[in-house]
C-alpha cells in the first residue's frame, strides 16, 4: 500500500535555529514529491517538485532533498514567518495523477 | 503564474439547501482538478477528481449524488453540495494541475459552515 509518512508531528524551534523535516514513503513508482506549505485556514502553497533520487532545490532559507526512500525539508535559520504546517506529498504510478499527502509537520518558529 | 481562485471563500448555509462552490485557474490551462475536504488538524482528503469534459472520479466513500462536480472548461470545475447536512461543514479546497506539468496549484479554500 502506498504510504506517506511526516516525521516530527510537530516542531518549535528558535529564530536561526536549523533543523530538518522528514518524509518518508513507500509507493510503487515514484513520479515525483511534492512539498507544500499551509497557513491557518488557507490553501496549500506550493513550494518544491522532486523527480528522482539526488535531486535537490532551494529557496531562500528551505532546502529540499530527496532519495529513494525519503526526503527532507530543511530549514535554515528560520524567522517566525516560517511558522506553518508543511505537507508532503507524492504522486505514483498506482494513482494516476492524484497525490498520497503526509499528515504534516507544523512548525513553529520563536523570535 | 499558477493561481487558482476559489469562490465563495466561505458560506452559511441552511440543512436541505445546496450549495456551490467554484473553481478557477486563472492563468493556465487545467485538464485535471481535483477537490480536496480538510478536518480541522488533518491532512487533506482527496474526494475526486474531474477531467475536462468528462465524468469525475470520486474517492471510495465520496457520495457522488451528494457531491456534484463539473469540470465545464479548461479553467472551471465546481463542486455543489447538494442536501446539505451539518456534518458537510468542512474546508473544501480546490487543486488545479496544469497541463503538461505533473505539480497540482491549489486554491485557498472554502470554509462551509450548515446550520
Known amino acids: 500500500e502506498d504510504q506517506v509518512t511526516q516525521s516530527p508531528e510537530a516542531l518549535r524551534l528558535q529564530e536561526g535555529e536549523s533543523s530538518s523535516l522528514n518524509c518518508s514513503y513507500t509507493?510503487?513508482?515514484?513520479?515525483?514529491l511534492f512539498w507544500y506549505r499551509q497557513d491557518p485556514g488557507k490553501g496549500p502553497e506550493f513550494l518544491f517538485t522532486?523527480?528522482?533520487a539526488g535531486e535537490e532545490k532551494e529557496k531562500e532559507r528551505l532546502k529540499a532533498t530527496l532519495t529513494k526512500k525519503e526526503s527532507f525539508l530543511h530549514i535554515t535559520a528560520p524567522k517566525p514567518e516560517d511558522s506553518a504546517t508543511y505537507l508532503c506529498?507524492?504522486?505514483?504510478?498506482?494513482?494516476?495523477?492524484?497525490?498520497?499527502f503526509g499528515k504534516g509537520t507544523t512548525l513553529s518558529v520563536s523570535s | 503564474g499558477a493561481v487558482v481562485s476559489q469562490h465563495p471563500s466561505w458560506v452559511i448555509c441552511k440543512s436541505g439547501t445546496s450549495v456551490k462552490i467554484e473553481c478557477r485557474s486563472l492563468?493556465?490551462?487545467?485538464?485535471?482538478m481535483f477537490w480536496y475536504r480538510q478536518f480541522p488538524k488533518q491532512s487533506l482528503m482527496l474526494m475526486a477528481t474531474?477531467?475536462?469534459?468528462?465524468?469525475?472520479?470520486?474517492e471510495q466513500g465520496v457520495e457522488k449524488d451528494k457531491f456534484l462536480i463539473n469540470h465545464a472548461s479548461l479553467t472551471l470545475s465546481t463542486l455543489t453540495v447538494t442536501s446539505a447536512h451539518p456534518e458537510d461543514s468542512s474546508f473544501y479546497i480546490c487543486?488545479?494541475?496544469?497541463?503538461?506539468?505533473?505539480?497540482?496549484?491549489f486554491g485557498p479554500g472554502t470554509r462551509l459552515l450548515v446550520l
Open positions: 506529498a507524492v504522486q505514483a504510478g498506482s494513482t494516476g495523477t492524484a497525490l498520497i
Open positions: 487543486s488545479a494541475r496544469d497541463s503538461g506539468l505533473e505539480t497540482q496549484y
Open positions: 509507493v510503487s513508482g515514484l513520479r515525483g
Open positions: 474531474s477531467n475536462e469534459g468528462s465524468k469525475a472520479t470520486y
Open positions: 492563468d493556465f490551462q487545467a485538464t485535471t
Open positions: 522532486l523527480y528522482s
